[in-house]
Every structure is written in C-alpha cells, then in structure tokens.
C-alpha cells in the first residue's frame, strides 16, 4: 500500500510560480513511476508530468513542457513539481499519482493508475 499526500496550491496570478508537494508513504519499493495530472472544473482530468522513480526519466504534456519540472527525492520520499510563468489555463486541481508497472511514456494515456492523492488546488488570476 501506498499513501500521497499533496501540498503547495494556492492562488496566485499569472506568471507567478508554484511548487506543489508530494509526500509518499507506505511500500514505496512497489513504485514505478509517478507524476502528476490535474482537473479543471468542469473538464477532465488531464495529464501533467510523469517520472521513472528509479532513473529519474521524465515525460511532460506539450500544455506543460516549457514551464513546470518534475523532480523526486526517494531519500526523503517526496516529488514535487515546480511550476512556473503559470496561466490561468493552468488552474486545476493537482493530483499526485504512482503505479507499479506504468512507464513514463504511457502516462498520458493511462486510464488506472495504482494510487491516487486528494489533490490541492491550484488557481491562477489574470
């Protein structure tokens, strides 16, 4: 069993950085890889980032590429996602997410993923 819990949201205004938390619990040693998607109102949920857990491998939506970083820290057990020059495109609730098996590259269209987090939210004004 894997426990996530995300941290970081807030509100802020376009342009303005971010950096949302993910703190991992459990049988981390079950763990593949992670990310990140996030869900707009009204809108499903959509794909943000992704990470190998063990070589560090990352995957990024094009909405995402040039603006936000995805890093671990399997030491301290936590992945974040830095997010910069943010939008008002980019408001969501963030959700961190992990699976055993899934590569990287597959995340984009994953449609069961392992474990999921409760999200925080991320609003940006103009």
């Known amino acids: 069993q894997v426990h996530l819990v995300e941290s970081g949201g807030g509100l802020v205004q376009a342009g303005d950085s971010l950096r949302l938390t993910c703190e991992i619990s459990?049988?981390?040693?079950?763990?593949?890889?992670m990310g990140w998607f996030r869900q707009a109102p009204g809108k499903a949920r959509e794909f943000v980032s992704s990470?190998?857990?063990?070589?560090?491998?990352?995957y990024f939506a094009d909405a995402v590429k040039d603006r936000f970083t995805i890093s671990g820290d399997s030491e301290k057990n936590i992945m974040s996602l830095q997010m910069d020059n943010l939008t008002p495109e980019d408001t969501a609730l963030y959700y961190c997410?992990?699976?055993?098996?899934?590569?990287?590259?597959?995340?984009?269209?994953?449609?069961?993923?392992?474990?999921w987090g409760k999200g925080t939210l991320v609003t940006v004004s103009s």
């Open positions: 997410a992990a699976d055993h098996i899934l590569p990287v590259g597959s995340w984009p269209w994953a449609t069961n993923l392992d474990y």
């Open positions: 459990g049988d981390i040693g079950r763990i593949k890889s």
């Open positions: 990470i190998d857990w063990s070589d560090g491998f990352t």
